[in-house]
Protein backbone atom coordinates (compact mmCIF):
# COMPACT_ATOMS: atom_id res chain seq x y z
CA UNK A 1 0.00 0.00 0.00
CA UNK A 2 1.40 3.50 -0.83
CA UNK A 3 1.36 6.39 1.12
CA UNK A 4 -1.36 7.83 -0.68
CA UNK A 5 -3.45 4.54 -0.14
CA UNK A 6 -2.75 4.68 3.09
CA UNK A 7 -4.22 8.42 3.90
CA UNK A 8 -7.22 7.60 1.47
CA UNK A 9 -8.54 4.59 3.37
CA UNK A 10 -8.74 7.01 5.89
CA UNK A 11 -10.27 9.12 3.94
CA UNK A 12 -12.76 6.12 2.64
CA UNK A 13 -13.46 5.50 6.78
CA UNK A 14 -15.31 8.77 6.67
CA UNK A 15 -16.91 8.14 3.72
CA UNK A 16 -18.16 5.14 5.53
CA UNK A 17 -19.50 6.98 8.14
CA UNK A 18 -21.60 9.48 6.14
CA UNK A 19 -22.96 6.92 4.22
CA UNK A 20 -24.07 5.25 7.73
CA UNK A 21 -25.59 8.37 8.47
CA UNK A 22 -27.66 9.07 5.53
CA UNK A 23 -24.93 11.62 3.59
CA UNK A 24 -23.29 11.47 0.70
CA UNK A 25 -20.30 9.02 0.99
CA UNK A 26 -17.54 11.84 0.93
CA UNK A 27 -14.80 11.81 3.79
CA UNK A 28 -12.26 13.95 4.05
CA UNK A 29 -8.35 13.89 5.69
CA UNK A 30 -5.67 16.70 6.26
CA UNK A 31 -2.39 15.60 6.62
CA UNK A 32 0.61 18.06 7.53
CA UNK A 33 4.43 16.93 8.26
CA UNK A 34 3.11 12.65 7.95
CA UNK A 35 -0.09 13.46 10.72
CA UNK A 36 -3.41 13.59 10.08
CA UNK A 37 -4.74 17.01 11.95
CA UNK A 38 -8.20 16.87 10.55
CA UNK A 39 -11.20 14.54 9.19
CA UNK A 40 -14.58 14.75 8.50
CA UNK A 41 -17.37 13.38 6.26
CA UNK A 42 -20.29 15.29 4.46
CA UNK A 43 -22.62 16.56 6.62
CA UNK A 44 -25.07 18.45 5.08
CA UNK A 45 -28.46 16.78 6.10
CA UNK A 46 -27.19 16.78 9.73
CA UNK A 47 -26.73 20.30 10.19
CA UNK A 48 -29.23 21.51 7.47
CA UNK A 49 -25.97 23.53 6.18
CA UNK A 50 -25.25 23.26 2.17
CA UNK A 51 -21.46 24.17 3.00
CA UNK A 52 -21.11 21.50 4.83
CA UNK A 53 -18.78 18.87 2.79
CA UNK A 54 -16.43 17.55 4.05
CA UNK A 55 -13.29 19.24 2.57
CA UNK A 56 -15.03 22.56 4.66
CA UNK A 57 -15.13 20.72 7.46
CA UNK A 58 -11.94 19.58 7.24
CA UNK A 59 -10.32 22.78 6.35
CA UNK A 60 -11.63 24.31 8.88
CA UNK A 61 -10.44 21.37 11.79
CA UNK A 62 -7.01 21.94 10.04
CA UNK A 63 -7.17 25.72 10.07
CA UNK A 64 -8.02 25.42 13.94
CA UNK A 65 -5.66 22.86 15.03
CA UNK A 66 -2.86 24.67 13.01
CA UNK A 67 -3.73 28.38 14.30
CA UNK A 68 -3.78 29.32 11.21
CA UNK A 69 -5.68 29.71 7.90
CA UNK A 70 -2.92 29.13 5.94
CA UNK A 71 -2.60 25.91 5.33
CA UNK A 72 0.69 25.57 3.64
CA UNK A 73 2.66 22.24 3.95
CA UNK A 74 -1.10 20.48 4.39
CA UNK A 75 -2.59 17.81 1.74
CA UNK A 76 -6.11 17.00 1.66
CA UNK A 77 -7.70 13.31 0.65
CA UNK A 78 -10.71 13.23 -0.51
CA UNK A 79 -12.81 10.73 -1.53
CA UNK A 80 -14.62 12.44 -4.88
CA UNK A 81 -13.11 15.58 -6.66
CA UNK A 82 -13.94 18.66 -5.08
CA UNK A 83 -16.66 20.69 -6.43
CA UNK A 84 -16.67 24.30 -6.88
CA UNK A 85 -17.36 25.48 -3.24
CA UNK A 86 -14.35 23.07 -1.99
CA UNK A 87 -12.19 23.54 -4.76
CA UNK A 88 -12.21 27.59 -3.67
CA UNK A 89 -12.18 27.11 -0.19
CA UNK A 90 -9.16 25.03 -1.38
CA UNK A 91 -7.39 27.46 -3.01
CA UNK A 92 -8.11 30.22 -0.16
CA UNK A 93 -6.37 27.83 2.46
CA UNK A 94 -2.97 27.23 0.43
CA UNK A 95 -3.30 23.83 0.50
CA UNK A 96 -0.31 22.34 -0.80
CA UNK A 97 -1.98 19.43 -2.86
CA UNK A 98 -5.17 17.27 -3.36
CA UNK A 99 -4.90 13.69 -3.52
CA UNK A 100 -8.95 12.27 -4.82
CA UNK A 101 -10.31 9.03 -5.64
CA UNK A 102 -12.79 9.32 -8.92
CA UNK A 103 -13.49 12.50 -10.97
CA UNK A 104 -17.05 13.68 -10.71
CA UNK A 105 -18.94 14.24 -13.88
CA UNK A 106 -21.37 16.23 -12.46
CA UNK A 107 -19.55 18.77 -10.02
CA UNK A 108 -15.96 18.45 -10.27
CA UNK A 109 -14.06 21.85 -9.96
CA UNK A 110 -10.30 20.03 -10.28
CA UNK A 111 -10.05 18.80 -13.75
CA UNK A 112 -13.59 17.27 -15.02
CA UNK A 113 -15.84 20.36 -15.16
CA UNK A 114 -13.20 23.37 -14.09
CA UNK A 115 -10.13 23.22 -12.58
CA UNK A 116 -10.12 25.70 -10.27
CA UNK A 117 -7.05 24.93 -8.01
CA UNK A 118 -5.12 25.19 -10.82
CA UNK A 119 -6.14 28.18 -12.58
CA UNK A 120 -3.15 30.55 -14.13
CA UNK A 121 -5.65 33.71 -13.27
CA UNK A 122 -5.65 32.95 -9.17
CA UNK A 123 -2.72 33.78 -7.06
CA UNK A 124 -1.96 30.00 -5.50
CA UNK A 125 -2.18 26.92 -7.74
CA UNK A 126 -2.47 23.34 -5.96
CA UNK A 127 -0.98 20.26 -6.71
CA UNK A 128 -3.55 17.64 -8.11
CA UNK A 129 -2.99 13.51 -7.41
CA UNK A 130 -6.56 11.58 -8.93
CA UNK A 131 -7.87 8.01 -9.13
CA UNK A 132 -6.38 7.16 -5.57
CA UNK A 133 -8.58 4.19 -4.48
CA UNK A 134 -11.15 5.08 -6.91
CA UNK A 135 -12.88 1.93 -7.35
CA UNK A 136 -13.59 1.79 -3.72
CA UNK A 137 -15.24 5.50 -3.55
CA UNK A 138 -16.82 4.64 -6.64
CA UNK A 139 -18.45 1.29 -5.48
CA UNK A 140 -19.70 3.40 -1.94
CA UNK A 141 -21.23 6.00 -4.06
CA UNK A 142 -22.57 3.90 -6.70
CA UNK A 143 -24.14 1.84 -3.99
CA UNK A 144 -25.63 5.08 -2.17
CA UNK A 145 -27.12 6.41 -4.75
CA UNK A 146 -28.68 2.79 -5.53
CA UNK A 147 -30.08 2.21 -2.15
CA UNK A 148 -31.88 6.16 -2.49
CA UNK A 149 -33.35 5.01 -6.00
CA UNK A 150 -34.81 1.88 -4.77
CA UNK A 151 -36.32 4.07 -2.09
CA UNK A 152 -37.63 6.74 -4.03
CA UNK A 153 -35.72 9.20 -2.05
CA UNK A 154 -34.36 12.29 -2.94
Request: hydrophobic share 40%.
Amino acid sequence: MTEHEKYMSQALKEAEKAYREGEVPVGAIIVHKGAIIARSHNQTEALNDPTAHAEIIAIGAAASHLGTWRLTGCSLYVTLEPCPMCAGAIVLSRMDRVIFGPYDPKMGACSTLYNIVQDKRLNHHVELIAGVLDDDSRFLLREFFENKRSNNEK
